[in-house]
Each structure stands twice: as structure tokens, then as C-alpha cells.
């Protein structure tokens, strides 16, 4: 009975730490939202246009211009958040939007992390264990909220976080050539972290 208790505290208390970080970024980005609406594209519009910068991300990176490939990993970011700050201004939130925009983070992901790799700024076994946490983390969320639990913020790293410590990498590489191949790392040990602290989250709620 006692453990059952715990148990049920812990799933509450992970609920409300997700619901009040969830709270806060939509309170704030529903202004951006407001603004970008004038614009007139629709939330599904402004998750696709985020494949063009991802795709000038990679580009640079391919180049060796890591400055720039992290710059425009960033405005390929303003866009994830655009999408979904017009979305709740407009009240346009769908079912099918969320899907969209999950896959085309994904895209966007994939294309950034080849042109690291194809423009060697990062050893390509390095890039594929980055890659696959990140994917792992997405999935096993995907597959707990496919059986109606939210798992939304649940986890170490969220696609922010990975964001950001690439962006680090990115800038340190005219410093230390080693940064990206060090960021890369983290990234995917920590996703695969994730991955199994949202498996007990799912044992938890799911048994």
C-alpha cells in the first residue's frame, strides 16, 4: 500500500512539473504568436518553410562555415516555435499539425546532423549515435502518447536542449576542433537517457 502511495505521488508530481514548464513556454510564445499571425501563413505552412533553413544549415555546415550553419539552426528553431505559438493564437491546434510538425523535426534534424557529418566537422559513427537517441526519445514518447498518456516534457532532453548544446559545439569548433564530435556525444547519451526515463515513466502509468 505504502509503495503504491509513492508511486502515485511521483506520477503526480512529474505531471504537474510537466503541465507547469508546458504552462509557462505557451503563455509566453502565444504574443509571438500573435505577431507572426499578421504574416498570414497558417501553423502547417510555418513547420514545412522550417525544412529551408534547416536545409541552409546543413549547407553551411557542408562547408565548413559552422558559424553560420548554427545560425541558421537557430532560425530553423524560431520556426519550430512559430508554428505553434500561431497555432494556439489562431486556436488552429490539430491533431494532424501535431503529427506534421513531429516528422518534420525529424527531417529537419536528419538534414542538420548530414551536413555536419558530410562536411567532416563531426565523425560519422559519432553522428549516427546522436542521431539515433534523438530518434529513440522521440519514438518511445510517441509510442506512450499513442496509448493516451501525455509524456510532453518527460525526460532530460528535449528538443531545445539538444538544439542548444549543438549550438555550443558549434560555436567552440573554431577553438576546439573536437567541440561538435563532444556535443554530438552528449546529445545522444543523453536522449538515450531520456529514452529510458520515459520507459519507467511508461511502466508507471501504464501497468
Known sequence: M????????YIITLKLKSMNRRQVYEEHTVRIGRIVARFGLTPNQLTLLSLVPAVG???FYYSNRELLGALFLVITLAFDVFDGAVA????????FGSVLDASVD???????????MLGGLAESWIVFFC????????????RIESKGVSAMSVGLMERIQKM????????????????LNIALVAVGFLSFVTSGQRLLYA???LS
Do not use: P, W
Not at 505504502?2 to 505521488?9: D, E, G, P, R
Not at 525529424?106 to 555536419?116: A, H, K, N, P, S
Open 131 to 142: 542521431f539515433a537517441g534523438m530518434i529513440m526519445a522521440s519514438y518511445v514518447r510517441a
Open 203 to 205: 511502466r508507471r502509468m
Open 88 to 95: 494556439r493564437f489562431l486556436n488552429k491546434k490539430t491533431g
Open 164 to 179: 542548444i548544446i549543438i549550438l555550443a559545439g558549434s560555436l567552440l569548433f573554431s577553438v576546439y576542433q573536437d567541440s
Open 106 to 116: 525529424r527531417y529537419c534534424e536528419f538534414i542538420i546532423l548530414l551536413g555536419i
Open 57 to 59: 544549415s546543413a549547407y
Open 2 to 9: 505504502k509503495s503504491k502511495t509513492i508511486q502515485k505521488a
